[in-house]
């Protein structure tokens, strides 16, 4: 079963816009985590916000989490070619030692 | 420090053959896993170790065997190949106990079964 649900499945826009990626979960966590994914490779950590935590920066990512609404976004501003990759947010809220992914956001930065 | 590590990259198999993918890390972590992705879909945890000796089964855990003698190795057995079981495989680790912590993943194992 899917805990996360990012939306949309696919974005694609211009180098230099910023992009927004949804991600929606169902149980209440402990912490939330962003990872990306190019193309034929493994997944990379990006960002983890704690439940207690809003907002977190890191470079040019910005992520929420409204632990009300049970959603977090992870923006990236002035997006860049290399950007291109699937986005894919992952909880920790089974209560034991499994993170629950979703089925990610594939984004495509046209140059 | 190499990090992650899978072998092989790619493997064709076919249908009721068994075969072990290898996975190890370098980094004396405690948590690791195997997944797998199908397209479409978010990454299914198969089974999970929380130290050597300690294994445990995850979501999609049928058709798969684990073991974890050393806490640098993690290797997957599927027991005997079925189609449904092509996919891409990764094996992830962590420092700590695994719960909302960062996971190192490795690069993936391309399975084909015919």
């Known amino acids: 079963s899917q805990q996360g649900e990012e939306d949309p499945q696919a974005l694609s826009i211009q180098e230099g816009e910023n992009a927004t990626m949804n991600c929606s979960y169902k149980t209440s966590i402990n912490n939330l985590q962003w990872y990306r994914q190019n193309s034929g490779r493994g997944l990379v950590h990006l960002i983890l916000?704690?439940?207690n935590e809003r907002e977190k920066h890191s470079g040019r990512l910005r992520v929420t989490l409204d632990t009300s609404k049970k959603s977090s976004s992870l923006l990236i501003t002035a997006s860049r070619a290399a950007d291109t990759a699937s986005y894919f947010c992952a909880t920790d809220g089974s209560g034991n030692y499994q993170l629950i992914w979703g089925a990610g956001t594939k984004l495509i930065i046209k140059p | 420090n190499a990090g992650v590590t899978q072998t092989p990259k790619f493997q064709v198999l076919k249908t009721g053959q068994s075969m072990t993918l290898q996975c190890a890390q370098d980094m004396n972590h405690e948590y690791m896993s195997w997944y797998r992705q199908d397209p479409g879909m978010g990454l299914r945890l198969i089974h999970y170790s929380v130290g050597a000796g300690i294994t445990d089964q995850g979501e999609v855990p049928n058709g798969y065997n684990v073991s974890r003698s050393t806490t640098e190795d993690f290797p997957l057995r599927l027991l005997s190949a079925a189609p449904s079981q092509t996919s891409v495989y990764f094996c992830a680790s962590s420092l700590d106990r695994g719960r909302g912590e960062t996971q190192y993943f490795g690069p993936g194992t391309r399975l084909l079964v015919l």
């Open positions: 916000i704690r439940s």
